[in-house]
């Protein structure tokens, strides 16, 4: 019985998946329609190159019409508006009629007119229905040579969810906003949803990206090239961006500057937008720009009076002059607070300005702006007014004009990527002055004072190492002279950790990995920690300690383990986490019972946690860091079920631009090395998302790489979901206990996005920016190819682990490769 319920289940999910693609018929093609003709459910209307095409569609509910334009040669069916997203035809009888005073209906057999077109320009005739090959829709008079000119109605005023080149967002200065885009309240459900693309109007006007009146993203404010959040080595390659400001008016557009460029920019349900270009080679649409891109592009993450720099340590710092509000919050990296003056402003003792180049300009909101004043100027008009706090250029073409002043709290400022622009932020005649001091001292240093710095540092060093305590960690860090910038671990005495655990007690031990056995402890102050005691005879313990060490120091984030502190005294080496109530990964999904504590939504929490946490140590931390043994036993689970990647004692860390590195010394657990690794000794950030996506694999089934053994095919896990994604069973791979249809497919696009990460060669493997964008639904996924380790049984299988299920942390291996 259970088995015919696992089939049936399966088999509505398939018809589920099935049911949200957009299906299509057609019996007659036009390229115009004439007043009182019609299109009904099986003809289309097909723009003049055969670009674009509009008709009646659905997504697999025929009680559910829309009319909608879609690229004809495209496929899948890529819609890029529906005239009646809000009001479906509730039936297959519905038709689209241009009536004799231009106005276009859609008539419902069941109900009438259920949606019309209306426009305020003087009426023509005759009027005719074209879709051009812009993907505008257009009314307008039949007379007319010109396809743009002599435009009665056209869809292009009432944009959807995508953005063509061509189309106009304008924003009245009057009114208020009135033509933006807006979401889809799902992806197979187009009626208008809570976000937007828009310009908004208050002070001076800036793109966002908005939920309801909650900014999500700000793209910035228009600076006579681009907006200044805009990414601008990428789009000057494709796009010519433009806009027009008046008094009454501001209007964004852009065009390609190859006739033969395909692109949309699409606003996704969650309020994420992408800029997507069709590949005819790949066929499938490539994101070259999406926002919000990383985390400082999220709308004021560091609070207010602050700046973001994706690449500094901690990406939030307060601004010259300025200081946390709460510091041990801000220490713990919770930066909602923001930052507060360090000394209050007093415009009778000459405050002064701190120069900031290459900056996304803050939010406008409360700016206020005058196009013909010089940056001079603007610099004496901002002196006067004691609220004004920075000024900028207004418009940055020909050496800068205009002036652009904002008041009160600076919000959501951050460094550009590329590009960015000029601001000049107030600051107290003290602070200013203690700033130029600091200047003038750099400029003047002498060898002496080098000296005396290094004679200090020398001291303090053998102060260190004639102390009687025995403070291994320092000792051992900076042995080699390796030193890691940001704050070093606590200095734990043993007999207190000794204590802590009973004295190591087998009651308290937790589990046992590759480098040895990891205990509970619980300090004097009722602090739970976890204490991993490297064992005396591992010959990699040292190096690994060390390496943990320097690189945990340094981390902060929510989904990574947190170093407290280490040990080295009586020849025994000890690393201090915090405590994970839960375990690891591993204790639960692949245990009959406590499987069934992790619904879908729970493992897709956890699966997004650990992509983020990967997403930090790639790309968001001070140095790009390799985890090289990424694991569900090495994904660790805290109270509230939250996932922390633990174990960074193989991590390595590149520096710059360096991308890739190889090894004589393969370390690693087999079933989750990708190939390029495990034989040749190449490693690179696409090893950790092969990793990740062995994990996620392992998370979606219930099942572990290395254990399972298609009996039919003799494959592991990795060959096993192949098989199934290329028979189009995809959710026959899923764990038993998934069995709610409404998941089925956010399952299949988590399978997908794991098998882009498993692809054999790491030049088609995702980066983990791209993982985290696929995960939230953001995008059109391109197809897979072959996982690594496809062919036939798993060659490790063979190699038993040293541990058992649900351990802390599963066996890891090296091996040592003639090269």
């Known amino acids: 019985m259970e088995y015919h319920n696992k089939v049936l289940m399966l088999m509505v999910c398939t018809v589920f998946f099935c049911s949200i693609m957009p299906t299509f018929s057609k019996q007659n093609t036009f390229t115009t329609i004439a007043p009182n003709q019609f299109i009904q459910y099986n003809d289309s209307l097909v723009s003049a190159a055969g670009t674009f095409e509009a008709g009646f569609f659905n997504f697999g509910d025929s009680q559910r019409q829309y009319f909608g334009i879609w690229y004809k040669s495209i496929l899948p069916r890529t819609i890029v508006w529906v005239a009646n997203r809000n009001t479906p035809v509730q039936n297959s009888t519905g038709l689209l009629k241009l009536n004799d005073q231009g106005t276009l209906v859609i008539l419902d057999g069941s109900k009438g007119a259920i949606w019309s077109s209306n426009s305020s320009r003087k009426m023509v005739k005759p009027v005719v229905l074209l879709l051009l090959d812009s993907g505008n829709l257009v009314v307008k008079d039949a007379k007319s040579s010109s396809e743009n000119e002599d435009l009665l109605w056209e869809s292009f005023d009432y944009p959807g969810n995508t953005f063509l080149a061509g189309m106009k967002l304008k924003s009245n200065l009057v009114t208020g906003p009135y033509r933006y885009l807006t979401s889809w309240r799902s992806s197979v459900d187009p009626a208008e949803g809570e976000c937007s ?93 999406s926002r919000p891109a990383d985390q400082c592009d999220n709308y004021v993450l560091c609070g207010i009076n602050s700046n973001c720099n994706i690449n500094d340590f901690p990406i939030c710092e307060c601004l010259k002059g300025f200081m946390p509000k709460f510091q041990p919050k801000w220490d713990s990296s919770n930066w909602s607070d923001g930052c507060v003056r360090k000394t209050h402003l007093n415009c009778l003792h000459g405050d002064g300005f701190f120069k900031y180049t290459s900056m996304k300009l803050p939010d406008t909101s409360s700016s206020w702006f005058d196009k013909t004043l010089s940056l001079e100027e603007c610099k004496t008009v901002c002196l006067k007014n004691c609220s004004c706090t920075a000024y ?54 002498t060898l002496a004072g080098v000296i005396a710095f290094i004679i200090g540092l020398v001291v303090i060093i053998l102060v260190i190492l004639a102390s009687k305590k025995k403070l291994g960690c320092i000792k051992m860090l900076f042995h080699k ?35 040895g056995p990891v205990y509970k402890g619980i300090m004097v102050d009722g602090q739970e920690i976890a204490v991993k005691r490297l064992s005396k005879t591992s010959g990699q313990g040292t190096e690994e300690f060390k390496n943990e060490v320097k690189l945990m120091a340094t981390l902060q984030h929510r989904n990574l ?22 375990r690891s990964l591993d204790y639960f999904i692949f245990d009959t019972t406590r ?135 995809p959710l026959e791979l899923m764990d038993e206990v998934l069995s709610d249809a409404a998941v089925c497919s956010e399952i299949i696009r988590v399978i997908h996005v794991a098998l882009l990460c498993v692809q054999q060669k790491p030049e088609n493997r995702p980066n983990m920016s791209s993982v985290v964008f696929m995960l939230k639904g953001g995008t059109l996924l391109p197809k897979p190819s072959k996982p690594g380790f496809y062919a036939g049984r798993d060659f490790t299988s063979s190699t038993k682990s040293s541990s058992k299920e649900g351990s802390i942390n599963e066996a890891s291996i090296s091996l040592l490769e003639a090269r």
């Open 197 to 289: 693309y828009r310009i908004d109007t208050h002070g001076f006007p800036q793109l966002v990206n908005a939920k309801g009146a909650r900014f999500l993203y700000r793209g910035g404010s228009w600076n006579g090239f681009l907006f200044t959040g805009f990414p601008w080595n990428r789009m000057r390659r494709v796009l010519n961006l433009s806009a027009v400001f008046t008094d009454k008016e501001f209007s964004y557009q852009y065009e390609t500057l190859n006739s033969s460029t395909i692109t949309r920019l699409v606003l996704d349900p969650y309020g994420n937008s992408q800029r997507l270009i069709w590949s005819d080679g790949s066929q499938i649409w490539a994101a070259i720009v």
């Open 595 to 729: 499987s069934k504590l992790l619904n879908w939504t729970k493992r897709l929490e956890i699966i997004d946690g650990i992509a983020r946490g990967l997403l930090y140590l790639h790309q968001d931390s001070t140095l790009r860091i390799l985890h090289r043994d990424l694991k569900t036993s090495n994904i660790l689970l805290d109270s509230d079920m939250i996932p922390k990647i633990s174990d960074f004692g193989l991590a390595r860390s590149f520096m710059g631009d360096q991308a890739e590195a190889n090894t004589n010394r393969v370390m690693g657990t087999y079933g989750y090395m990708p190939p390029e690794y495990a034989v040749h000794g190449s490693f690179s950030i696409k090893s950790d998302v092969f990793s990740f996506g062995v994990v996620v694999l392992e998370i979606i089934s219930g099942r572990k790489n290395r254990g399972f053994c298609d009996p039919l095919h003799h494959l592991n896990l990795l060959g096993h979901a192949w098989r199934l994604w290329i028979e189009d069973r």
């Open 481 to 515: 002279k390796e030193t890691e910038d940001g704050e070093l671990a606590t200095i734990f005495d043993f007999s207190t950790i000794t204590n802590a655990t009973n004295h190591f007690s087998n009651r308290n031990k937790l589990g046992e990995g590759g480098f």
């Open 561 to 582: 383990v947190k170093l407290l502190g280490c040990s080295i005294q009586h020849d025994e080496k000890l690393l201090i986490y915090e405590f994970m109530p839960n």
């Open 392 to 445: 900028a250029n207004l418009d940055i073409r020909y050496g800068g004009s205009g002036c652009l002043l904002w008041f009160d709290n600076i919000l959501d400022m951050r460094r550009h990527p590329n590009q960015g622009q000029d601001i000049y932020i107030r600051l107290a005649s003290s602070e200013f002055d203690q700033l130029k001091n600091k200047r003038n001292l750099k400029r003047v240093g």
